[in-house]
């Protein structure tokens, strides 16, 4: 291992807009690495949803920042994902709901509650190691991380792959809708002053608009194979995960 150093845990940061494909490539890599899986919008998204059912204004920053910092949140990694527990509720659909992603948004652009949600993301960075999915991962909570990628794809195929989402999940949906709310909640984390959605100075960007979830695996894991930021059986499952795709 030559990114981290010796007993630190090597992060790898998966940051962009909402839709360009950064969960389905977290997950992947994280199964593919056998490593820890880090889902900071979910984060946000729970604080939003115990506000809601706590009667706590969203605009009421010091209060939200209590319930962040108090929060009772759980991942438990299942056959069909990771699923996320609030107080003992699994709460997974509830929170992927469009009105969740808006609260979430919301108290997302409050400085009090990123800094009570930073210590209990970055306490998430543990041996072998950590994929973290958000959008702030690489500027903010993991500065020094051994590979940052900002992965992003236009606002229409975003759009396009949300509705195709929905859909699948027999909701009914209107793509044109749809697009205007990702212009709109791209606009809100790319200007807001706390921790905008931007690329780190040291992040490699790459656009998924024409790339499978598969290619943009594939891409990815070349560039963890280049940076050689693995312990070596996470470096043997990466070759065999690389052999059974070729
Ligand atoms: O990735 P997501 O759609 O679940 O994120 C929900 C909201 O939380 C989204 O509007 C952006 C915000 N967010 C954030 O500001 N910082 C993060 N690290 C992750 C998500």
């Known amino acids: 291992m030559t990114g981290a150093a010796a007993g630190e845990a090597p992060v790898i940061c998966v940051d962009g807009p ?3 494909g ?10 593919t690495l056998s490593w820890n899986l880090l889902d900071s919008g979910a984060l946000y998204r729970v604080v939003g949803l115990a506000c809601l059912s706590g009667g706590v204004p969203l605009d009421q920053a010091q209060q939200v920042a209590v319930v962040a910092r108090s929060l009772d949140v759980t991942f438990q990694p299942g056959a069909e994902g990771v699923s996320v527990w609030l107080s003992g509720a699994d709460v997974t659909r509830e929170i992927r ?3 969740g992603g808006i609260s979430a948004s919301t108290v997302a652009a409050l400085p009090e509650v990123r ?3 930073l210590l209990r993301q970055r306490e998430l960075a543990r041996l072998p190691g950590l994929v973290a999915d958000g959008r702030d991962m690489g500027t903010v909570v993991f500065p020094s991380a051994d590979l940052k990628i900002f992965l992003t794809a236009s606002a229409e195929a975003r759009a396009e792959r949300r509705y195709h989402q929905l859909q699948g999940r027999g909701e009914s949906v209107n793509l044109a809708r749809l697009l205007a709310a990702i ?15 931007v690329p780190a100075d040291d992040a490699i960007v790459l656009d998924s608009t024409a790339l499978s979830a598969g290619e943009v695996l594939s891409r990815v894991c070349e560039l963890v194979s280049a940076r050689a930021i693995m ?7 990466l070759d065999s995960a690389e052999a059974s795709r070729q």
């Not at 950064?22 to 199964?31: F, I, R």
């Not at 212009?183 to 959605?197: F, G, H, M, V, Y």
């Not at 312990?231 to 499952?237: T, V």
Request: hydrophobic share 30%; aromatic share 0%.
């Open 115 to 117: 800094e009570a949600l």
């Open 97 to 99: 709901s469009e009105e």
């Open 183 to 197: 212009i709109e909640r791209d606009a809100r984390d790319e200007s807001r002053s706390a921790s905008p959605l």
């Open 231 to 237: 312990g070596e059986a996470s470096e043997k499952r």
């Open 22 to 31: 950064k969960g389905t490539l977290a997950q992947s890599l994280a199964d």
């Open 18 to 20: 909402s839709g360009a």
